[in-house]
């Protein structure tokens, strides 16, 4: 049935009389009126202040609160010491005598801008965050099954281990039955022989000693030879004996100590828990960056044999071009799409580079721990850009301002710290936490590896510590990772080249797993890549978000995609 309000042309009806159209508006009661139901309205309950205003300015009119106080009175002052609304008459009496008075309208418009900002977190902030945990736990949830099914599979191949391992063991001890009684057989065989042998011969000595008796010939009687004795001599009685099989009982547990068993699981909360979003700018002012979700399985793109001896880390010029270092004193730039070498640079002392990474101009940089300094090559020229004292050059990145980031070990090895440079100036030093204890481990084989994320941390992989480090901007801690379980080899976390992508992902390289770790800004961990890795060390990333994986044991690059 149709809405008589709201019939014919869907023109709205008037409250009262539910007939003619609506032209007038209460805005006391919120009740829509033609002109001629004005007047009963008004007349309907006089206790209350009607605001009857033309329906095309609904609204613009203030309702005013009601006091609790006096019930017909409407508030329009405010009390701020009393943080309550206020009418005509209660400012009369001495309830609020020498109390602060405002308009409500001001504390409305305060009100508001409240209600905005809170409004305005909930849609930029909070909305999103829940969201960013929503997809995490559906992540996480994805990589439980993965990791599930990969544990039933270690599971169901031990036991197959141990079938063919039984299977053999079997077969081996009924070959060993089978030997036995075959030589046994055989040498009851032989007995069997013999005594039928001398059967024989009985049968034949009582043939003839028949024939002697029946005989008249007196002579072949004395001439008979007796060889009963011979025959009383029984042979020797051969008795085999059995061997026994002594099955060992095994008990449940028992079992269960042999096969191997299963580590508790736990649900239980990550201390860091999580964090909310934050607004901030990107390094590329006025840039948005898409939002890219995690491949269900990464796609190994391609491959690029590099002839290392062993291969360390590398790092993209562009989409097309990769820079590599090895354990040589020559540098290579491949080309991604065909694999072939375009250049190769010889460092200029003659020492292995210790790490390598490209400018936002592209050119190439590189760290000499033994000549104690980093360099830039333009134009197939090598600058000296940094020369130190008392302390070596490790790793190093180039930032989106176009810094330079080293990490720097002292000559005893007993420190470590990442200093900033602005060409050759040296701008800021970390190597504290706030309590004065060094962020970073120190060691003579330490090896570190070191990026700047989008949101402008700054992430240090520190194989010594097994822990990644990231700082903000100002080298202030904000978290340490330290691995995830159950890692796909069930090894310690074994961090190596650190790379960072347009989501503000890390990914680091885990040496030990023969994997490379995905978590968040906040260190949430995401996800694992094991795309059949070996060895992974150095880490970089292209514009597209293709992760470039160098790995040490097989002297190989890897391009995987593992964003949508």
Known sequence: MMDSRTSAQDVLRCDLCKTAVVQM???????NLCTACVGKHMISDE???????????????????????????????????CD??????????????????????????KQKSKILQEQTELNEIIFPTYKDIASDVQNRMRQLEKEYGNLSKAITKHGEDWHREVDKLVQKLKAEVDEMKNTQLETLQKHLDEINKTISYIKDE??????????????????VKFYVDKYRKLPHKI????????????????????????SSSSTASDELGYRMKTIQKSPEAGSSTPVKQLLDEPETVTTIDTGYEKLFSGACLSDEEIWTR????????????????????????????????????????YTDYGDRTVNIVKNKKIEEVIKLQNWKPDGVCSTSSGDLLVIMDSDDYKQTKV???SGSTEKQTIQFDDKGKPLYSSGRYNTYYINENRNLDICMSDCGAKAVVVVNQAGE??????GHTPAPKNQPFSPRGITTDSQSHILTADYNNDCVHIIDQDGQFLRYIDCGLSEPRGLCIDTNDNVFIAQQANKQVKKIKYLK
């Not at 043939?207 to 001439?223: A, C, P, V, W």
């Open 206 to 223: 009582i043939k003839s000693t028949d024939i002697t008796i029946d005989t008249n010939d007196l002579s072949k009687l004395f001439s």
């Open 419 to 421: 200093v900033r440079y």
């Open 84 to 109: 309550i609304p206020v009418c005509s008459t209660c400012i009369a009496s001495d309830q609020h005598l020498g109390h602060k008075l405002s308009k409500i309208l001001q504390i409305v418009e």
């Open 477 to 482: 801690t904000r978290f340490r990772y330290t």
């Open 25 to 31: 508006h209460c805005d006391t009661c919120l009740v």
């Open 239 to 262: 008795a085999p004996s059995l061997p026994k099989f002594m099955p060992k009982q095994i008990q449940g547990e028992e079992l269960t100590k042999l096969f191997g068993a299963l």
């Open 47 to 81: 206790s209350k202040d009607h605001k009857v205003v033309k329906y095309q300015v609904k609204k613009s009119t203030p309702l005013y609160p009601g006091c609790t106080t006096h019930s017909k009175e409407r508030c329009e002052m405010y009390c701020n010491q």
């Open 326 to 365: 090895g354990n040589e004193k020559t540098m290579k730039l491949y080309s991604i799409n065909q694999g072939s070498i375009l250049k190769s640079i010889t460092t200029k002392s003659g020492n292995t580079s210790i790490d390598i990474a490209v400018t936002k101009t592209g050119d190439l940089v």
